[in-house]
């Protein structure tokens, strides 16, 4: 059974998380340890994923700008290069989740998450499309991006939402005195 803690404040840098976890480790649940192992060797796992690919993307420009002529006008270039910056991205995005989970801001990583990478996933299927793609391709392509975009939204305005009755209660309860107890 999962403990429903509310999200700690986040530390200051890296030693002040470490720091944190190390005090919270004794009153977590067994799962609560797991979790935050795997979310570790997984945020471990994607760095070493990230830091590969950059080296890979410098490698390529420039190769591209030394070798070759670097025109970015070219699709083939375009689509490499910018393929390779959007996986970049998705990535970095991937890992940021994941970091959030090991300090404490988030119990799990957020379905919101999940649906921008998602969304930025699409992003880059469309950049690295080919143009002789098939219409019906594309549009299935664009439904799936319209339907994570409008879910997309309606989360954040449901977040925006709850953030606004917060404030506003916040206010209210600074506004009116507090009754006195009977």
Do not use: C
């Amino acid at each position: 059974m999962r403990n429903d803690h509310p999200p700690r404040p986040a530390p200051a840098g890296a030693r002040g998380a470490w720091q944190e976890l190390r005090e919270h480790w004794p009153m977590m649940t067994l799962y609560e340890r797991f979790e935050q192992v795997v979310a570790l060797v997984l945020s471990a796992v994607i760095a070493v994923i990230i830091v590969t690919s950059l080296v890979q993307l410098i490698r390529v420009v420039f190769t591209l700008l030394v070798l070759d002529a670097f025109n970015p006008l070219d699709h083939q270039v375009f689509q490499t290069v910018f393929g390779m910056i959007m996986t970049l991205l998705i990535a970095m995005e991937f890992k940021h989740s994941i970091v959030r989970v090991v300090m404490g801001q988030d119990s799990i990583v957020q379905v919101k998450t999940v649906v921008l990478i998602a969304l930025i996933a699409l992003s880059r299927k469309f950049v690295i499309l080919d143009p002789d793609t098939s219409p019906a391709k594309v549009a299935a392509l664009s439904g799936a991006a319209l339907a994570l975009g409008v879910v997309y939204w309606l989360m954040r305005e449901r977040d925006q939402r709850a953030l606004d009755a917060e404030r506003a209660a916040a206010r209210s309860a600074q506004h009116d005195p507090e009754e006195p107890s009977r």
